[in-house]
């Protein structure tokens, strides 16, 4: 029998918690398919995927047994002059899969530090041409690129980050609605000083779920390939599906993509920022001080890639992408209700997820706990109850999700 422990001794310390007030976290014992096992509640359907990156669910055989085949064969290896058949193929998978000439894959070890790496890769990609007067960064509002400097930077999320925020570095990072007029204006002000636009495609996940059309990223595109200015999709969150492509900035063919999260299906933490054959070049020379000086210890480990090519591969053959565009219309379906309870000022659905967000944040408090008493996990941030759950979800499963939405609204 396991030994009950306290969960909030300060042992571990919890992200984004103020740990003298923080709830009791749950103890999850077990996971099955769309299912955590708590000890407090039994069983719960995973409304957000352990942060949107258990795709295919827990525990799904395939995925297990592919990592128990590579930990046969050894669980790592750096790339520091070795390499491994693992890596190469799921390069060549990604090079498959992504648009145009994105096959350059630097392996990180988390989102983050993908970010990290895409934005310094674009401020060198200028330097190596002799250009050091680009330092200007061009991104938006209601942006979240992870919690390292440079992506708190990249970043507009006063809530989280407001407190590290250091003024100089601040004032090189040009920020802007995602609108045609205003991305017009930027590139107009700033286009020959700017070394990269880092944005979300499509949906702005973490910064409160808001959309942006395409016509947006088009437009983006062509500005950006007019002033030489590399276009940095993060697709950290959106990437593998979740709004309904395979990746959302597929059309636009970006210069340097960020993929993390669902990329490991929510075995290992793990991340790809892969550059195109332009960006490549610029680093490609007889030249030592051209090279990309950065080198994380777990990058391209053994299991991760294990973990993503099978992952993949389902999400190929089982034809994710159509279980996705099922959500969506379930979603929609369900969506007229949802909005229609006064707390909630609006509701924003796109692929596999969905935003409810409520007048004021004091309308979640308690949520947690409530939905957990009804057998569902979700964790709703500032204004925004969310789901982003797993793609083999049910529509049962889903349903349940949506009726303890409802439910709390209704109390
Ligand atoms: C768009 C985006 N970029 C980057 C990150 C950071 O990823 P990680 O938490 O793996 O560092 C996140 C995490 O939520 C994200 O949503």
């Not at 942060?51 to 990592?67: F, I």
């Not at 895409?118 to 007067?133: F, T, V």
């Not at 797993?390 to 939405?405: C, E, N, R, T, W």
């Amino acid at each position: 029998m396991e030994i009950p422990v306290n969960k909030l001794p300060g042992t571990i310390w919890y992200p984004y918690a103020q740990m003298k007030l923080a709830a009791e976290p749950l103890e999850i014992v077990g996971a099955q398919g769309v299912r955590l096992i708590s000890s407090q509640y039994g069983e719960l359907i995973d409304g957000i995927s352990s942060w949107w990156c258990a795709v295919h669910g827990y525990r799904h055989p395939e995925l297990d047994a592919a990592l128990n085949e590579q930990i046969a064969k050894f669980a790592h290896i750096s790339l520091a002059g070795l390499v491994h058949h693992t890596a190469l193929r799921l390069a060549d998978k990604l090079a498959q899969l992504l648009p145009g000439t994105l096959r350059h894959c630097f392996y990180s070890d988390s989102g983050s530090v993908g970010v990290e790496v895409a934005l310094k890769m674009a401020r060198q990609y200028h330097i190596n041409q002799g250009n050091n007067d680009r330092t200007l960064l061009l991104a938006l509002t209601h942006a979240y690129h992870g919690d390292t400097f440079m992506a708190m930077q990249a970043s507009d999320f006063p809530e989280y980050h407001q407190l590290y925020a250091s003024p100089g570095l601040q004032s090189h990072v040009i920020r802007i609605n995602p609108t045609i007029d205003e991305l017009e204006q930027a590139f107009a002000c700033h286009g020959s000083r700017l070394y990269g636009f880092i944005l979300e495609p499509r949906l702005q996940c973490a910064g409160g779920f808001y959309r942006h059309g395409d016509d947006f990223l088009g437009r983006a595109r062509e500005l950006c390939i007019l002033h030489d200015v590399p276009l940095i999709c993060d697709e950290v969150a959106t990437g593998f599906g979740r709004t309904g492509s395979m990746f959302a900035s597929e059309t636009a063919c970006p210069d340097i993509i960020i993929l993390g999260k669902a990329l490991t299906a929510g075995y290992i933490g793990h991340a790809v920022t892969v550059a195109c054959d332009k960006i490549y070049q610029a680093f490609y020379a007889d030249d030592v001080h051209k090279a990309f000086m950065h080198g994380p210890t777990f990058m391209g480990n053994p299991l991760a890639c294990a973990v993503a090519l099978k992952g993949i591969e389902i999400m190929e053959r089982e034809h994710y992408l159509d279980k996705i565009a099922l959500i969506e219309s379930y979603l929609q379906q369900r969506a007229p209700y949802l909005a229609s309870f006064p707390q909630v000022k609006e509701v924003r659905i796109c692929g596999a997820s969905l935003c409810a967000e409520v007048r004021d944040p004091s309308l979640l408090k308690g949520l947690q706990s409530f939905a957990a008493g009804k057998g569902v996990f979700l964790r709703p941030f500032g204004k925004n109850l969310y789901t982003m759950p797993p793609y083999v979800i049910s529509q049962d499963d889903l349903g349940q999700i949506l009726d303890v939405m409802e439910q709390w609204f209704n109390r």
